[in-house]
């Protein structure tokens, strides 16, 4: 897991440990981690988020790469009346550039 994020191991043991105190993860020697129902929830509005960024991002004609990566920073920084407004906009000119 360290490797595949570029960050080391006692970073990973953190994270999961954090992760899990908020209970968004149960972890299972020998099994592995898990997300709670609470994580799975997180996980999903997480995933609406990206989205909508990302889809505003593409019917403002910006190339689905880059529109990708964009929406994985913005995501995390716009607030639920920008989300809205992004929606919005959207719907009102469609889901992608055509």
């Not at 968004?24 to 020998?30: A, K, R, T, V």
């Not at 997180?42 to 989205?51: F, G, M, N, P």
Request: aromatic fraction near 6%; hydrophobic fraction near 45%.
């Amino acid at each position: 897991m360290a490797a595949r994020l570029g960050v080391s191991q006692p970073t990973v043991a953190k994270m999961l440990k954090r992760l899990a105190s908020l209970g968004f993860i149960q972890m299972i020697p020998w099994r592995g981690v898990f997300l709670t129902p609470e994580g799975e929830k997180l996980a999903q509005e997480s995933r609406e988020r990206h989205q909508i960024v990302e889809n505003f991002l593409l019917v403002l004609g910006v190339s689905p790469e880059i529109a990708r990566r964009d929406a994985e920073g913005m995501e995390h920084h716009v607030s639920q009346e920008t989300l809205d407004a992004f929606l919005a906009f959207t719907q009102q000119h469609g889901t992608s550039a055509e």
